[in-house]
């Protein structure tokens, strides 16, 4: 029998992306909205692949450049260039040219969690350890790929719930 959560993908990228935001040195409030858009710009990548989304305009895209020019800075985080923002509270990832709040992404982890949270966030928290962080820096992703919840291929796998193994996480760290 395996240590097993059912929980679809999005929760367990975000919880993932902001454990390993931590390791590289944010951080936690800051890492957890690093890890919450990191997940966003994934599921929107997956949503476009499927015909779910229209990919943005590149005149809206170079607007919404311009609106921020000088504010905005670039963190690459799981192969993602994340946009983020220097607050008075700290770095704060973007979602929609808004801060996303560090609250609002421990809330969405609990919820979707539950429980089982702590058990989650201690093996990855493991698995991020167990490596340099520029290591995990190159290896975050594909690392995520192999313990991710199996869904359905294409629009069937859309937000379905699949089994996060946490012997499979704690696994990868040894």
């Known amino acids: 029998m395996t240590d097993a959560i059912r929980i679809n993908r999005a929760p367990v990228l975000t919880l993932w ?7 590289l040195g944010f951080a936690r409030d ?3 909205t690093l890890g919450r858009a990191v997940a966003g710009l994934n599921a929107y990548s997956k949503g476009v692949s499927l015909g779910l989304y229209e ?8 607007r919404r450049r311009e609106a921020r020019h000088g504010a ?8 993602r260039a994340v946009p983020a923002v220097q607050t008075p509270e700290g770095l704060r990832a ?3 040219d808004r801060p996303i709040s560090p609250d609002s992404v421990e809330r969405y982890l609990a919820g979707k969690f539950g429980d089982r949270l702590a058990d989650a966030r201690a093996a990855m928290t493991r698995l991020a350890r167990s490596m340099a962080p520029r290591d995990l820096a190159e290896r975050a992703y594909g690392l995520y790929e192999e313990f991710r919840p199996a869904v359905p291929a294409g629009v069937r796998g859309w937000g379905a719930a699949g089994k996060l193994d ?9």
């Open 94 to 96: 973007l979602s929609k």
């Open 166 to 174: 946490l012997d499979r996480v704690t696994a990868l760290a040894e």
């Open 55 to 62: 990919p943005t305009p590149a005149t809206e895209r170079e």
């Open 30 to 32: 800051e890492a957890l």
């Open 17 to 23: 992306a902001a454990i390993v935001a931590e390791r």
């Open 72 to 79: 905005t800075v670039q963190v690459a985080l799981l192969h």
